[in-house]
């Protein structure tokens, strides 16, 4: 299922890129993605194989007049309708947005540290990331106290750990191999 939302997901991208829409369709994209998690009946009704495709259109319809989103989003829910995956709607908004930021050159930060950043440790922090790594990077922060002291830093599937935690638990490895 993970490589039909990242089609999707590539195929709304490309269309948004092309047309210089890229902050309207993402912003539409989670409007609809809201509406459509807190509707279990919106959900039923959009899953199910005895309803028409023309009531789903119809319905779609209505919920993009009432969101004001544009014809992109339209035309592409309907997609998502005609092919029978609405299902995968929370998944192809989340790796929209994914795909997004990578064709941006943005990267997700999230540090996690023993204690409370100061403004200028963040700045700094974000400034060698985007050193690092060559690209814009998004921050987001949390306190682990089980750290000890340092913090821990995930992009992607890359980790970068230099907590207090991490370098006892080396030295402890070192010292029980000599």
Known sequence: MKSASLQYANA??????????????????????????????????????????????????????????????????????????????????ATFQQVLRQRQGIAEAEISSAVELSPAQKTEFAKTLARLTGKKIETKYSLDPALIGGAVVRIGDTIYDGSLRNRLNELRVRLAAE
């Open 12 to 93: 709304l991208a490309d269309i948004a890129l092309a047309q210089g829409a890229t902050e309207p369709t993402a912003r539409q994209l989670n409007d609809f993605g809201t509406a459509y998690a807190q509707s279990a009946e919106l959900r039923t009704f959009l899953a199910s194989p005895a309803v028409t495709i023309e009531a789903k259109h119809a319905v779609i319809e209505k919920i993009i007049a009432r969101l004001g989103a544009s014809r992109i989003l339209r035309n592409f829910l309907f997609i998502i309708a005609d092919s029978h995956r609405t299902q995968l709607l929370p998944e192809i908004i």
